[in-house]
């Protein structure tokens, strides 16, 4: 086991399938898979975009979700875990991911690496993301 990951391998795995989730979500529009993944105490960080911000509560998170979706009719969004510390019915985790979409305002390709930092809960037998903060690594 490498010092990147800790805990059951099950949970571990569980929390694989939530960030690969997230992806799909995003990359299929999924306002309801979407916002199954978020618990409900949820706090989103995008103050790296401070027109975004901060957002607190699954019903914030999905607001601003759905109100950006729209603005990326193509995306795509892969993510790849890079840390899952697993401790009893907490995590914290780091998913990298690469995106790629057409920028709302030219129509050209914009391109982006990564990563949310995260913390995550399980409750109910069910991995969730507790907090995500987004920053950038490179952008095209």
């Not at 799909?24 to 989103?44: F, I, K, Q, T």
Request: glycine content about 6%.
């Amino acid at each position: 086991m490498s010092r990147n990951y800790s805990g059951p391998l099950e949970d571990r795995i569980a929390i694989r399938e939530l960030m690969e989730s997230y992806a799909d979500a995003v990359n299929r529009h999924d306002r309801d898979l979407m916002a199954s993944l978020w618990a409900e105490d949820g706090h989103w960080d995008l103050s790296h975009y401070p027109e975004l911000g901060i957002v607190s509560g699954r019903d914030k998170v999905m607001d601003l979700w759905s109100s950006a979706m729209p603005s990326y009719p193509e995306l795509s969004f892969i993510a790849m875990p890079g840390m899952i510390r697993v401790d009893g019915d907490t995590a914290e985790a780091r998913t990298y991911f690469s995106e790629v979409y057409s920028d709302p305002e030219n129509g050209r390709d914009k391109r982006a690496r990564a990563c949310y930092t995260d913390r995550l809960v399980k409750r109910d037998g069910e991995w969730q993301f507790q907090e995500r903060i987004f920053g950038i690594i490179h952008q095209t």
